[in-house]
Protein backbone atom coordinates (compact mmCIF):
# COMPACT_ATOMS: atom_id res chain seq x y z
CA UNK A 1 0.00 0.00 0.00
CA UNK A 2 3.17 2.05 0.50
CA UNK A 3 3.47 2.46 -3.16
CA UNK A 4 -0.41 3.33 -3.98
CA UNK A 5 -0.36 6.18 -1.70
CA UNK A 6 3.34 7.30 -3.18
CA UNK A 7 1.96 6.95 -6.37
CA UNK A 8 -0.62 9.65 -5.65
CA UNK A 9 1.33 11.70 -3.16
CA UNK A 10 4.05 12.09 -6.31
CA UNK A 11 5.20 15.32 -7.00
CA UNK A 12 4.40 15.47 -10.92
CA UNK A 13 4.09 19.78 -10.94
CA UNK A 14 8.36 19.22 -10.28
CA UNK A 15 9.38 15.98 -11.89
CA UNK A 16 10.51 15.77 -15.58
CA UNK A 17 8.37 14.50 -18.54
CA UNK A 18 9.31 11.93 -21.00
CA UNK A 19 7.60 10.15 -23.91
CA UNK A 20 8.49 6.95 -25.15
CA UNK A 21 6.25 5.48 -27.88
CA UNK A 22 6.96 1.25 -28.52
CA UNK A 23 6.03 -1.75 -30.54
CA UNK A 24 5.97 -5.15 -30.14
CA UNK A 25 8.92 -7.58 -31.23
CA UNK A 26 9.42 -11.09 -31.87
CA UNK A 27 12.68 -10.81 -30.67
CA UNK A 28 13.59 -11.67 -26.84
CA UNK A 29 13.69 -7.90 -25.76
CA UNK A 30 9.74 -8.58 -26.53
CA UNK A 31 9.30 -4.36 -27.21
CA UNK A 32 11.05 -2.24 -29.46
CA UNK A 33 10.88 1.83 -27.96
CA UNK A 34 11.89 5.31 -29.28
CA UNK A 35 12.09 8.62 -27.32
CA UNK A 36 9.52 11.56 -28.55
CA UNK A 37 10.80 14.90 -28.11
CA UNK A 38 7.85 17.33 -26.33
CA UNK A 39 7.68 20.79 -25.42
CA UNK A 40 6.80 22.39 -22.17
CA UNK A 41 3.06 22.82 -23.43
CA UNK A 42 2.66 19.00 -23.72
CA UNK A 43 4.57 17.82 -20.89
CA UNK A 44 2.50 19.77 -18.67
CA UNK A 45 -0.72 18.17 -20.25
CA UNK A 46 0.55 14.66 -19.08
CA UNK A 47 1.25 16.11 -15.41
CA UNK A 48 -2.46 17.06 -15.28
CA UNK A 49 -3.62 14.13 -16.83
CA UNK A 50 -1.31 11.87 -14.30
CA UNK A 51 -2.36 14.03 -11.32
CA UNK A 52 -6.56 13.92 -12.56
CA UNK A 53 -6.26 10.08 -12.68
CA UNK A 54 -4.26 10.04 -8.61
CA UNK A 55 -6.67 11.70 -7.83
CA UNK A 56 -9.54 9.67 -9.17
CA UNK A 57 -8.31 6.35 -8.02
CA UNK A 58 -9.04 5.88 -4.49
CA UNK A 59 -8.76 2.56 -3.72
CA UNK A 60 -6.89 -0.95 -4.93
CA UNK A 61 -8.06 -4.13 -5.24
CA UNK A 62 -5.82 -7.35 -5.49
CA UNK A 63 -5.25 -8.65 -9.20
CA UNK A 64 -6.26 -11.80 -9.89
CA UNK A 65 -7.17 -13.75 -13.45
CA UNK A 66 -10.79 -12.40 -13.32
CA UNK A 67 -10.39 -9.63 -10.87
CA UNK A 68 -12.21 -6.31 -12.00
CA UNK A 69 -11.84 -2.54 -10.79
CA UNK A 70 -14.08 0.19 -10.79
CA UNK A 71 -14.09 3.91 -11.65
CA UNK A 72 -12.76 4.77 -8.56
CA UNK A 73 -10.35 2.16 -7.97
CA UNK A 74 -7.74 -0.02 -9.97
CA UNK A 75 -6.02 -3.28 -9.51
CA UNK A 76 -2.36 -3.75 -7.86
CA UNK A 77 -0.13 -6.27 -8.08
CA UNK A 78 3.59 -6.97 -8.13
CA UNK A 79 5.94 -5.91 -10.99
CA UNK A 80 7.83 -9.19 -10.79
CA UNK A 81 4.77 -11.15 -11.58
CA UNK A 82 4.80 -9.29 -15.45
CA UNK A 83 7.39 -10.30 -16.95
CA UNK A 84 5.97 -7.88 -20.36
CA UNK A 85 5.86 -4.69 -17.96
CA UNK A 86 9.71 -5.69 -16.90
CA UNK A 87 10.98 -6.09 -20.62
CA UNK A 88 9.19 -2.51 -21.88
CA UNK A 89 10.36 -0.88 -18.66
CA UNK A 90 13.85 -2.32 -19.80
CA UNK A 91 13.88 -0.23 -23.36
CA UNK A 92 12.60 2.58 -21.91
CA UNK A 93 15.50 2.88 -19.24
CA UNK A 94 18.59 2.87 -21.41
CA UNK A 95 21.01 5.54 -20.24
CA UNK A 96 20.47 8.95 -22.19
CA UNK A 97 23.14 8.38 -24.82
CA UNK A 98 21.64 5.30 -26.43
CA UNK A 99 18.12 6.92 -26.57
CA UNK A 100 16.53 6.74 -30.04
CA UNK A 101 14.36 9.72 -31.12
CA UNK A 102 11.71 8.28 -32.87
CA UNK A 103 10.68 9.19 -36.49
CA UNK A 104 7.23 9.76 -38.04
CA UNK A 105 6.82 6.89 -39.48
CA UNK A 106 7.81 4.72 -35.90
CA UNK A 107 5.16 7.29 -34.40
CA UNK A 108 2.75 6.55 -36.89
CA UNK A 109 2.65 2.72 -36.05
CA UNK A 110 3.24 2.68 -32.11
CA UNK A 111 0.83 0.37 -30.57
CA UNK A 112 1.24 2.39 -27.37
CA UNK A 113 2.90 5.11 -25.59
CA UNK A 114 4.19 5.20 -22.04
CA UNK A 115 5.32 8.69 -20.18
CA UNK A 116 7.84 8.75 -17.43
CA UNK A 117 8.05 10.95 -14.71
CA UNK A 118 11.09 11.61 -12.53
CA UNK A 119 11.85 13.18 -9.36
CA UNK A 120 15.30 12.54 -8.14
CA UNK A 121 15.78 8.92 -7.52
CA UNK A 122 12.10 8.05 -8.31
CA UNK A 123 10.14 7.43 -11.12
CA UNK A 124 6.14 6.87 -12.41
CA UNK A 125 5.44 4.96 -15.47
CA UNK A 126 2.10 5.63 -17.43
CA UNK A 127 1.37 3.64 -19.92
CA UNK A 128 -1.68 3.88 -22.60
CA UNK A 129 -2.42 1.93 -25.74
CA UNK A 130 -2.31 4.12 -28.84
CA UNK A 131 -5.84 5.92 -30.44
CA UNK A 132 -7.50 4.00 -33.22
CA UNK A 133 -6.39 7.29 -34.93
CA UNK A 134 -2.52 6.54 -35.15
CA UNK A 135 -2.97 3.59 -37.23
CA UNK A 136 -2.04 3.93 -40.79
CA UNK A 137 -5.22 2.10 -42.46
CA UNK A 138 -7.44 4.47 -39.99
CA UNK A 139 -5.57 7.69 -40.84
CA UNK A 140 -5.75 6.90 -44.29
CA UNK A 141 -9.50 7.35 -44.40
CA UNK A 142 -9.50 10.51 -42.49
CA UNK A 143 -9.57 14.29 -43.35
CA UNK A 144 -7.51 16.15 -40.85
CA UNK A 145 -9.09 19.51 -40.08
CA UNK A 146 -8.68 22.49 -37.71
CA UNK A 147 -11.51 25.58 -37.60
CA UNK A 148 -10.09 29.15 -37.41
CA UNK A 149 -11.43 31.86 -38.21
CA UNK A 150 -14.70 30.74 -39.37
CA UNK A 151 -13.43 28.19 -41.37
CA UNK A 152 -11.97 24.48 -41.43
CA UNK A 153 -8.13 24.26 -42.90
CA UNK A 154 -7.03 21.23 -43.34
CA UNK A 155 -4.01 20.41 -40.94
CA UNK A 156 -0.31 20.54 -42.84
CA UNK A 157 1.19 18.23 -40.19
CA UNK A 158 0.41 14.47 -39.09
CA UNK A 159 -1.17 15.33 -35.58
CA UNK A 160 -1.57 12.62 -32.91
CA UNK A 161 -4.35 12.79 -30.44
CA UNK A 162 -3.47 11.48 -26.41
CA UNK A 163 -5.80 10.48 -24.12
CA UNK A 164 -6.22 12.46 -20.64
CA UNK A 165 -5.58 9.52 -18.83
CA UNK A 166 -3.61 6.59 -19.20
CA UNK A 167 -4.07 2.55 -19.02
CA UNK A 168 -1.75 1.44 -16.08
CA UNK A 169 1.02 2.91 -14.23
CA UNK A 170 4.01 1.69 -12.17
CA UNK A 171 6.02 3.24 -8.92
CA UNK A 172 9.00 1.15 -7.29
CA UNK A 173 7.70 -2.89 -7.50
CA UNK A 174 4.11 -2.69 -8.22
CA UNK A 175 1.87 -2.06 -10.45
CA UNK A 176 -1.73 0.16 -10.77
CA UNK A 177 -4.29 -1.26 -13.67
CA UNK A 178 -6.75 1.19 -14.40
CA UNK A 179 -7.81 -0.53 -17.33
CA UNK A 180 -7.10 -3.92 -17.26
CA UNK A 181 -8.60 -5.03 -21.04
CA UNK A 182 -5.39 -2.86 -22.36
CA UNK A 183 -2.52 -4.36 -19.49
CA UNK A 184 -3.22 -7.32 -20.53
CA UNK A 185 -3.56 -6.95 -24.23
CA UNK A 186 -0.50 -4.74 -24.16
CA UNK A 187 2.26 -6.44 -21.79
CA UNK A 188 0.55 -9.92 -20.95
CA UNK A 189 1.32 -12.95 -23.63
CA UNK A 190 -2.29 -15.07 -24.33
CA UNK A 191 -0.16 -18.10 -24.97
CA UNK A 192 0.77 -18.41 -21.18
CA UNK A 193 -2.93 -18.89 -20.56
CA UNK A 194 -3.75 -21.17 -23.50
CA UNK A 195 -0.35 -22.71 -22.16
CA UNK A 196 -2.12 -23.66 -18.68
CA UNK A 197 -5.32 -24.62 -20.30
CA UNK A 198 -3.11 -27.12 -22.47
CA UNK A 199 -1.55 -28.21 -19.44
CA UNK A 200 -4.58 -28.85 -17.38
CA UNK A 201 -6.33 -30.95 -20.50
CA UNK A 202 -3.88 -33.61 -20.41
CA UNK A 203 -3.48 -33.89 -16.22
CA UNK A 204 -5.27 -37.08 -15.24
CA UNK A 205 -6.94 -36.01 -12.46
CA UNK A 206 -9.01 -32.77 -14.45
CA UNK A 207 -9.53 -35.66 -17.60
CA UNK A 208 -11.39 -37.92 -15.07
CA UNK A 209 -14.08 -36.11 -14.35
CA UNK A 210 -15.27 -35.97 -18.21
CA UNK A 211 -16.76 -38.93 -20.21
CA UNK A 212 -14.99 -36.26 -22.97
CA UNK A 213 -13.46 -33.01 -22.09
CA UNK A 214 -13.31 -31.79 -26.21
CA UNK A 215 -16.69 -30.30 -25.85
CA UNK A 216 -15.26 -27.75 -23.51
CA UNK A 217 -12.26 -27.26 -25.16
CA UNK A 218 -14.27 -26.26 -27.90
CA UNK A 219 -16.35 -23.71 -25.54
CA UNK A 220 -13.11 -21.91 -24.17
CA UNK A 221 -11.58 -22.16 -27.55
CA UNK A 222 -9.21 -18.93 -28.26
CA UNK A 223 -10.96 -17.02 -26.13
CA UNK A 224 -8.73 -14.67 -23.56
CA UNK A 225 -11.35 -14.51 -21.12
CA UNK A 226 -12.00 -18.21 -21.12
CA UNK A 227 -8.62 -18.68 -20.69
CA UNK A 228 -8.02 -16.87 -18.36
CA UNK A 229 -10.79 -18.40 -16.07
CA UNK A 230 -9.28 -22.34 -17.29
CA UNK A 231 -5.99 -20.86 -15.50
CA UNK A 232 -7.56 -19.94 -12.42
CA UNK A 233 -9.47 -23.24 -12.37
CA UNK A 234 -6.56 -24.94 -12.97
CA UNK A 235 -4.93 -22.72 -9.79
CA UNK A 236 -7.69 -23.29 -7.28
CA UNK A 237 -7.74 -27.16 -8.32
CA UNK A 238 -11.14 -27.88 -6.36
CA UNK A 239 -11.46 -31.02 -8.52
CA UNK A 240 -9.15 -32.60 -6.63
CA UNK A 241 -10.36 -32.02 -3.49
CA UNK A 242 -11.44 -35.27 -2.25
CA UNK A 243 -15.34 -36.57 -3.35
CA UNK A 244 -15.29 -33.56 -5.54
CA UNK A 245 -17.67 -35.45 -8.25
CA UNK A 246 -20.00 -36.85 -5.97
CA UNK A 247 -20.35 -33.74 -3.55
CA UNK A 248 -21.28 -31.75 -7.74
CA UNK A 249 -23.60 -34.38 -8.51
CA UNK A 250 -25.28 -34.15 -5.37
CA UNK A 251 -25.88 -30.19 -5.00
CA UNK A 252 -26.27 -30.36 -8.85
CA UNK A 253 -29.46 -32.81 -8.44
CA UNK A 254 -30.83 -30.78 -5.19
CA UNK A 255 -30.58 -27.85 -7.08
CA UNK A 256 -31.69 -28.22 -10.66
CA UNK A 257 -28.32 -27.11 -12.27
CA UNK A 258 -29.14 -29.04 -15.06
CA UNK A 259 -25.21 -30.72 -15.22
CA UNK A 260 -25.41 -33.67 -17.04
CA UNK A 261 -23.42 -37.00 -16.02
CA UNK A 262 -22.70 -40.37 -17.54
CA UNK A 263 -23.74 -43.93 -15.88
CA UNK A 264 -19.98 -43.85 -14.52
CA UNK A 265 -20.56 -40.65 -12.33
CA UNK A 266 -18.34 -38.46 -14.84
CA UNK A 267 -19.80 -34.93 -16.66
CA UNK A 268 -21.48 -34.68 -19.77
CA UNK A 269 -20.46 -31.26 -21.41
CA UNK A 270 -22.73 -29.55 -23.81
CA UNK A 271 -23.01 -26.08 -25.20
CA UNK A 272 -26.03 -25.79 -22.82
CA UNK A 273 -24.08 -26.48 -19.71
CA UNK A 274 -20.33 -25.57 -20.51
CA UNK A 275 -21.10 -22.33 -18.65
CA UNK A 276 -22.41 -23.54 -15.58
CA UNK A 277 -19.56 -26.34 -15.57
CA UNK A 278 -17.57 -23.68 -15.70
CA UNK A 279 -18.56 -21.80 -12.72
CA UNK A 280 -18.65 -24.89 -10.72
CA UNK A 281 -14.90 -25.49 -11.28
CA UNK A 282 -14.02 -21.89 -9.99
CA UNK A 283 -16.37 -22.30 -7.29
CA UNK A 284 -18.12 -19.15 -7.96
CA UNK A 285 -22.18 -20.18 -7.67
CA UNK A 286 -22.95 -19.66 -4.49
CA UNK A 287 -25.52 -19.49 -1.95
CA UNK A 288 -27.05 -16.90 0.05
CA UNK A 289 -27.56 -18.43 3.56
CA UNK A 290 -29.93 -15.23 4.45
CA UNK A 291 -32.03 -15.09 1.30
CA UNK A 292 -31.46 -18.49 -0.13
CA UNK A 293 -30.72 -17.36 -2.99
CA UNK A 294 -27.84 -18.99 -5.55
CA UNK A 295 -26.22 -16.25 -7.25
CA UNK A 296 -23.04 -16.71 -9.95
CA UNK A 297 -20.34 -14.20 -8.88
CA UNK A 298 -17.48 -12.80 -10.80
CA UNK A 299 -14.54 -13.49 -8.07
CA UNK A 300 -14.60 -15.18 -4.72
CA UNK A 301 -13.12 -14.25 -1.58
CA UNK A 302 -13.34 -16.12 1.29
CA UNK A 303 -14.67 -13.99 4.44
Not at 18 to 37: E, G, Y
Not at 168 to 174: A, D, G, I, Q, S
Given at each position: MTDFLDWRQFDYDNSTV??????????????????????EQVEDLFRSAIKSETSRISETVAYTHISQNNESSCLIHALEESDGLIALLQVVDVPEAE?????????KGAIGYLVKFQNGDDTVYAIRKTAPTWRPRVRNTMINAIFVNGELSVVPEETFTFDSYFD???????IFVASKKAYESTVSD???YKKSFDDLTVDPQFL????????LKR???????QLRRMTVIQQKALYSLPNFPENLRRVNDGRNWGINFDGAGKIVV?????????????????LSEVTETIYDVPDAEIV
Open positions: QLWVFKKSSTAAKFRAWHVRTDNTDATLKQLFYCLNETKTVSLFSDVEPYVGQNAICDQTARVVMQVLLDHRL
